[in-house]
């Protein structure tokens, strides 16, 4: 399901085209069961979609016109170490995870602090399909339609107030399905500056290939931050938290001198263990050079001009 995408054909027809044959697998792989078995009808005349469906998505900007990974690979290929260690465990154990009922509370330097359900998250606005890369620090990347709005919707709903500088995420922890092993810190947290955050490319992401997301790529809601190494796109959040402090972040208090609070995708500076200049786009055996900013420099250079890169990784 390699999808080479003429520069004249909207990405919208692709998906709703090419990834129909790919959907039955895509809802037996992933788990989705019934309730997901309306949402097939995405993007077709279609009859009445499920309430737990994903809302029907509009195309939106930023996309990429690069093939697509196969979604086979992108729900069985997964970092997510709270259900293991390994690329497949995620797939395996993730399922465990029960995604209804789930709010997500926004709280900290806010005006409007206040928990969403998720029914009413996924309608707080317009719903779009953005075709992004997702690169790794392990330098393999993939090219994925996600389904979303920017995160900057739910911010302004809640009203930073003037002295909030970053946002930390905390995602869902429950030691009874998940590794108990202090692998990284759990709850897994992460966080953006809060420009990043409200930057039009950082996506508050529900559903990928047309569907809801798998629970091992972060049902019912993660972030997807394209510029930046995957750690930073924190999945299954439910805590969003405004400070006026850089929040320490999992990976950081891990290995301060491998992971740094920018996590900006750099193929000038190296990881402390590993080149960064190139990568594997999973499905290709050649290795392609990294792009600055992960392909996205031209929307996200500015935002930090004046600092040194080689010392903010
Ligand atoms: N909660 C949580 N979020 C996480 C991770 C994790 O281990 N736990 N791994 C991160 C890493 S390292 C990557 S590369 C991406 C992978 O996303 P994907 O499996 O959907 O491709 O998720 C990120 N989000
Ligand atoms: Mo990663």
Request: with cysteine; glycine share 8%; aromatic share 10%.
């Amino acid at each position: 399901m390699l999808i080479r995408r003429p520069a004249d054909i909207a990405p919208s027809e692709i998906t709703a085209r090419e990834l129909f044959e790919g959907r039955r697998e895509f809802i037996r792989r992933a788990g989705l069961g019934l309730a997901a078995g309306a949402a097939l009808w995405h993007g077709l005349p279609a009859p009445a979609r499920a309430a737990d469906a994903l809302p029907r998505t509009v195309p939106g900007p930023f996309s990429i016109g690069e093939p697509l990974t196969k979604l086979e690979s992108a729900i069985s290929y997964n970092n997510f170490y709270e259900f293991g260690v390994t690329k497949s465990g995620p797939e395996r154990n993730a399922h465990r995870m029960q995604v209804r009922p789930w709010t997500l509370r926004v709280e900290g330097l806010v005006c409007k602090p206040r928990e969403f359900g998720i029914e009413e998250l996924l309608k707080l606005a317009p719903m779009e399909e953005r075709i992004y890369r997702l690169r790794c620090v392990e330098a393999w990347s993939m090219v994925i339609p996600w389904a979303g709005y920017p995160l900057a919707a739910l911010l302004k709903a809640v009203e930073p107030l003037g002295s909030a500088k970053y946002v930390e995420f905390v995602t869902h922890y429950d030691p009874a399905i998940m590794n108990t092993r202090q692998v990284i810190e759990w709850p897994y947290h992460e966080g953006l500056r809060l420009d990043e955050a409200l930057h039009p490319l950082t996506l508050l992401t529900f559903g990928m290939y047309g569907e809801l997301l798998p629970n091992q790529n972060g049902a019912p809601v993660r972030i997807v931050v394209p510029w930046k190494y995957g750690f930073k796109s924190a999945k299954s959040i439910v805590t969003l938290r405004l400070l006026e402090e850089q929040p320490a972040t999992a990976w950081i208090k891990q290995a301060p001198q491998e992971y740094g609070f920018y996590a900006n995708v750099n193929p000038e500076v190296s990881h402390p263990r590993w080149n960064q200049a190139t990568e594997r786009r999973i499905g290709e055996q050649r290795r392609r050079p990294t792009l600055m900013f992960n392909g996205y420099a031209e929307q996200v250079a500015q935002l930090y001009q004046g600092m040194d890169l080689h010392k903010h990784y």
